[in-house]
């Protein structure tokens, strides 16, 4: 009866904080203009009250996972996810050759916003899902450089600051490039870093230019719960960024895979077929969290071996990221 009850609170969570991920990539639905909001009224007394908040509620989180990983259920759901580890680095790799078959097939690469206006690319592409396919490591690490070469052909034409949004691509061809090698234990944290970088990089997107994610909320009938579209961007924002932040740092990587990976897919119902090409490979890199867990990963947290330390790390850390991305984006973005 319990597991039952924790089941259907999952399942309400996950139906409550949809519609807070439904902008996740805000350039893909809304022709908008992009406008920077002046900083001061980004640096609202809402945003600051609730930076602080939020750094506490996570250096209490901390102290409280101990106490959730001794949960009876939770080491059997451990248990029977580590024996498939060793199917991860597959997943990731046919993962990926799906992912680049459905852009080249809709005619984009890396997201729906890059359409592919050149022949040599699109052969490129299509090779490189074919090597990726081959069940042969020396093919993968080919494949994984085609990848590269076109990474950074798209780099030079999007600029490095747009081009953030996708860095995890970047994790996910370092982890195919160092398979089978003397490196090999260093892919899968890579991963873990880039992707969670990412996701930070994206929700300050919705900071700093919030008209267009109060554009997709008016043209696509986002509810609010009640809150004006302003404070609604910016709570959203903040649950994408503590997101991405979580999986960067080693906190609850495994559960946080499968809420996400469910919200993902509820968002599906609002944009369709955009949503499935742009997030189809976010989707594969969630399930190979939910797998592997943070067992191959020693987050920086570990640095620190006291409860307080700990907490402090945490509380100051998140202070600290969360003023960087937003300088820098603001900045340069």
Not at 106 to 115: L, R, Y
Request: net charge neutral; with cysteine.
């Amino acid at each position: 009866m319990k597991r039952k009850g924790n089941i259907i609170i999952l399942f309400v969570f996950v139906i409550i904080c949809s519609p807070l991920f439904a902008d996740a990539h805000v350039k893909w639905f809304t022709e908008v203009t992009p406008e920077k909001e002046e900083i001061e009224h980004i640096l609202s007394p809402l945003f600051m009250t609730l930076t602080v908040l939020i750094a506490a509620l996570l250096a209490v989180l901390t102290q409280l996972l101990p106490i959730l990983d001794k949960i009876p259920i939770t080491k059997r759901i451990d248990t029977v996810l580590d024996s498939h580890r060793k199917s991860s680095r597959y997943i990731l790799k046919y993962g990926t050759a799906i992912a680049l078959l459905i852009q080249v097939l809709s005619g984009t690469i890396f997201a729906p916003e890059f359409a592919i206006d050149n022949s040599i690319i699109r052969i490129l592409m299509w090779v490189t899902i074919i090597l990726l396919l081959i069940p042969i490591h020396y093919a993968t690490k080919v494949g994984a450089l085609l990848l590269l070469a076109l990474f950074i052909f798209q780099l030079s034409h999007s600029g490095l600051f747009h081009m953030l949004d996708y860095g995890f691509y970047l994790a996910i061809i370092g982890v195919l490039l160092v398979g089978k090698t003397k490196l090999e234990d260093w892919g899968f944290p890579f991963l873990y870093l880039g992707t969670g970088l990412s996701l930070c990089w994206v929700a300050v997107e919705k900071w700093v230019y919030p008209a267009m994610s109060m554009d997709i909320i008016h043209e696509h009938a986002v509810p609010t719960f009640g809150f004006p579209p302003g404070t609604f961007v910016v709570l959203a924002a903040f649950i994408e960024f503590v997101v991405g932040y979580l999986l960067v740092v080693g906190i609850l990587n495994r559960l946080l895979a499968f809420v996400l990976t469910l919200i993902f897919i509820s968002t599906t119902m609002l944009f369709g077929v955009t949503e499935i090409i742009g997030h189809l490979m976010i989707h594969i890199v969630l399930i190979i969290f939910i797998i592997e867990g943070v067992s191959f990963y020693d987050p920086p947290i570990n640095i620190h071996r006291t409860k307080i330390s700990q907490m402090v790390f945490v509380f100051l850390n998140f202070v600290f990221t969360i003023a960087t991305f937003l300088l820098i984006y603001y900045r340069f973005a």
